[in-house]
């Protein structure tokens, strides 16, 4: 007879993302409507708003990063690899953070050619980008270039801003297993893993995916690279 | 039309089941410009609201709580042959773990939106799905029309112009070849497109099409693999199945299709499909469970079926002679409710009333009471004498499960034998997969028809249940009409069961407008 006061974690899970992501996606949609409303008043508040609406975005990445880790922990993440267009894509994450991209006056530039198609999961490599793309944007100094293109008999995805750049330890983690990574310095690795972990997860024929951090690039911060095979 | 402008014109339909988010969304689309927009909280409200309306755009959440789902309103809507072909439907998920079904393409959404979505997004990709509509107008009014040569031939123009929907295009003309029946030019068409990248949804397609050419085998190494790539795969889990009970593997099957029921519960097909595997194995235990589902199913959407009611009852008293105690009283309760309750619904049905009390007596032969019997068969073989008009292969199938199942109460009463004579009732319960395969390829080799009738009539009766083998027969009566071909009565009556094991084909199987094709010219 199972033990009663054993709590099956995975349900309690499944149940509280669910719940956490409903209320999320109706403060999500709620501050948009407001941003917008106070927007065209030209109300201060829009400052305000687009904060709110840049950190709930953050916890819904998060949350959704803490539900694929644990599916992929158990073997359980599926991945529906379809053909797709980058300029779509890309599109579509700079329009989910126009809000911000547009308050913080910063000037995002993208070089991806409208008939460049790959094959990915769309949901997983949005998800990746747009979370790179927001680290980016608050850690630019106010430029950002976005680029895509097929390098290596892959999709390459490169997002480059003209901040500081990552620091040291950020380099170094890249390639860490999780738990060596220390979760009380700043930026944690948590986004880098589930980038690292969607990436590995696309493959074809026997090449992996993998993502790179580097410092330089054409705008002397951080140069992020996504490559799928 | 000018784009900034588009939606307000446009009608839309909300379906999700939580108020509130209905509140919001409704508020994301009059931001988009929308003026008409109405809001419901469950698929049945969902379905009435459109069958009045027709909105253009519909939003509907996958989970839609108690009821039926949003994949399930889609369906419901294309069955009651509602959904205008230029109505967009969207799906809107919490998260992404889309059970991969591939079925005929009506029954795929336009597109999936994963929530939370902005207004941005959402006008972002509405404005991308018309825009993908107006290219591809010409090959969907084509197959409003049901003009599938045509759709193809449009495919193909956007093809050859490398159009940006150019692997929509080769999904459409794979999706057409499967309902034409021309599975080698699908096959042929999906490897091509497998060199390129192997796809989930080209592997799958290139396991139907072994499975639909009879090369079972072949079939399942393509649902493995793509299983392998997306474990979530449900049509792989399903066909695979399929080609395990065409092969006589009923433990393998019955695992495919366990695997498939733990993902999505929701299907009465499924069931129907692990009541006959279990009834292949003997497995008393798993087809009253399986039976129980059919009928719990089916009550929560279109009503049960007489074949499916019989099964049900016929399996409880099975369950009942295996059991004591407790659980065998639970069971008779079950049982006695559920016959009065069938008794009661069905009165107007001589046939009915003659099958549900033959079951009667099979549960009576359970205890001792030999009198209550002895009325029982005395009672039916009257009605049996009574039955007028055309037989109902229900009644036909009880009447052999009395024979095959329980004789001695058969043997009761000359009645049931010369009833039974007289119905030319096929005897189909020597099952041999493998014999049944063998003469069915050499069947489909045979250019004449009737010989072909008669290869195609043994083969069947070897393996009632395999779908090809219903169909091809289905085509070959077809043609013998045609040529002005007499069936003996042998041939007709495996003809009614051929369009009874088609009639279990899935809807949303290539296969079934393939059926329903054969059905017209018939």
């Not at chain 1, 793309?133 to 480059?160: C, D, M, P, T, W």
């Not at chain 1, 330890?169 to 690795?189: E, F, S, Y």
């Not at chain 2, 489909?444 to 009539?457: D, F, G, V």
Request: hydrophobic share 40%; net charge neutral.
């Amino acid at each position: 007879m199972k033990d009663s006061k054993t709590i099956d974690f995975s349900t309690v899970l499944a149940s509280a993302v669910h719940d956490m992501k409903n209320s999320l996606c109706m403060l999500i949609q709620s501050i948009d409507f407001l941003s917008h409303e106070a927007q065209k008043r030209n109300d201060k508040d829009s400052d305000e708003l687009a904060k709110l609406h840049y950190e709930a975005s953050r916890l819904n990445t998060n949350l959704m990063q803490l539900l694929s880790l644990y599916r992929a922990e158990r073997d359980q993440l599926p991945l529906h690899i379809e053909e797709h267009y980058l300029d779509d894509v890309i599109d579509e994450i700079i329009t989910k953070n126009a809000l911000y991209i547009e308050n913080n006056q910063l000037e995002v530039d993208t070089c991806v050619d409208d008939e460049l198609v790959w094959y990915f999961d769309i949901d997983m490599i949005s998800n990746l980008l747009n979370d790179i793309f927001i680290n980016a944007l608050r850690y630019s100094k106010g430029k950002i270039y976005i680029s895509a293109r097929l390098n290596e008999g892959g999709l390459q995805v490169i997002i480059e801003d003209n901040g500081e750049g990552y620091p040291e330890r950020m380099l170094k983690i890249q390639d860490m297993p999780m738990q060596d990574v220390d979760l009380n310095a700043g930026r944690t690795g948590l986004g880098l893993f589930f980038s690292r972990l969607i990436a590995t997860a696309h493959t074809n024929a026997d090449k992996e995916g993998k993502i790179t951090l580097e410092n330089g690039g054409t705008l002397g911060g951080s140069k992020f690279t996504l490559f799928l095979p | 039309m000018n784009a900034l402008n588009r939606y307000v014109e446009k009608s839309f339909l909300i379906i999700d089941d939580f108020a509130d988010y209905r509140t919001s969304l409704k508020n994301i689309l009059i931001g988009i410009g929308a003026h008409h927009i109405d809001g419901a909280a469950n698929a049945d409200a969902a379905i009435e609201l459109y069958r009045e309306k027709k909105h253009d755009i519909i939003l509907c959440d996958y989970k839609l709580g108690d009821g039926k789902d949003g994949q399930q309103v889609l369906e419901e809507l294309h069955y009651r042959e509602v959904l205008r072909n230029d109505t967009i439907f969207i799906m809107v998920t919490a998260e992404n773990t889309m059970d991969m079904v591939v079925g005929a393409i009506e029954f795929s959404p336009d597109e999936y939106l994963t929530k939370p979505f902005t207004k941005q997004t959402l006008r972002t990709r509405l404005d991308k799905i018309y825009i993908k509509k107006e290219v591809l107008k010409p090959i969907l009014k084509a197959l409003n029309r049901q003009d599938l040569p045509s759709a193809m031939e449009h495919c193909d123009t956007l093809i050859a112009n490398k159009s940006k929907y150019s692997l929509s295009c080769y999904k459409t003309k794979v999706d057409c070849l499967l309902k034409l029946g021309e599975y080698k030019k699908a096959l042929s068409l999906l490897l091509k497109i497998a060199k390129q990248r192997e796809l989930v949804w080209v592997l799958l397609g290139i396991g139907k099409c072994y499975l639909c050419l009879n090369h079972y085998e072949k079939a399942i190494k393509a649902f493995q693999k793509s299983l392998k790539i997306n474990r979530f795969a449900l049509s792989a889990l399903d066909y695979q199945a399929e080609a395990f009970c065409a092969l006589g593997e009923y433990n393998k099957a019955l695992t495919s299709i366990n695997n498939a029921l733990k993902l999505s519960p929701k299907s009465l097909h499924r069931y129907k499909t692990e009541a006959f595997i279990a009834t292949r194995l003997n497995d008393d235990t798993t087809l009253l469970k399986a039976n129980r589902s059919v009928m719990s199913f089916a009550e929560t959407s279109l009503s049960v079926k007489e074949g499916e009611v019989l099964s049900y009852l016929n399996s409880l008293v099975k369950a009942i002679n295996l059991s004591t105690g407790t659980i065998e009283t639970r069971l008779i309760n079950e049982f006695t409710l559920e016959l009065k309750k069938q008794l009661k619904t069905h009165k107007k049905s001589p046939q009915m009333q003659v099958s549900l009390n033959i079951i009667k007596a099979q549960y009576l032969s359970l205890s001792n009471d030999d009198i209550a019997l002895n009325k029982m068969v005395s009672d039916i073989s009257k009605q049996i004498i009574g039955l007028e008009g055309t037989i109902r292969s229900y009644l036909k199938g009880q009447l052999s499960y009395l024979k095959n199942t329980y004789s001695d109460i058969f043997n009761m009463s000359s009645v049931f034998m010369e009833y039974y004579i007289s119905l030319s009732i096929n005897n189909c319960e020597q099952y041999n997969e493998l014999k049944a395969n063998e003469l069915h390829n050499k069947a489909i080799e045979e250019s004449n028809t009737k010989e072909r009738i008669k290869i195609l009539k043994t083969a069947f009766t070897y393996s009632p249940h395999n779908f090809n083998m219903a169909l091809d027969y289905l085509q070959a009566v077809i043609k013998a009409k045609g040529q002005a071909i007499d069936l003996s009565n042998d041939e007709l009556s495996i003809f009614e069961l051929s369009v009874q094991t088609a009639k279990d084909i899935d809807p949303a199987d290539h296969r079934n407008t393939l059926f329903r094709n054969y059905l017209k010219q018939l």
